[in-house]
């Protein structure tokens, strides 16, 4: 039982370093190219269009 909630634990925390390292490569390539966001929405749009 402590074994399964120290893995749930550290699973947590390699998730959410997962995400911050997304989230700081997302805001380097909206630094070096603000038409990326463009291209994000227009997917997101395709996506929508889609369901």
Known sequence: MVEKAKQEQR?????AEGEAAA???LGEA??????YLKL???RAAQAIAKT
């Open 40 to 42: 994000r929405k227009i």
């Open 11 to 15: 699973q947590k925390i390699v998730q």
């Open 30 to 35: 909206l630094s070096k190219n603000p038409g």
């Open 23 to 25: 989230a700081s490569m």
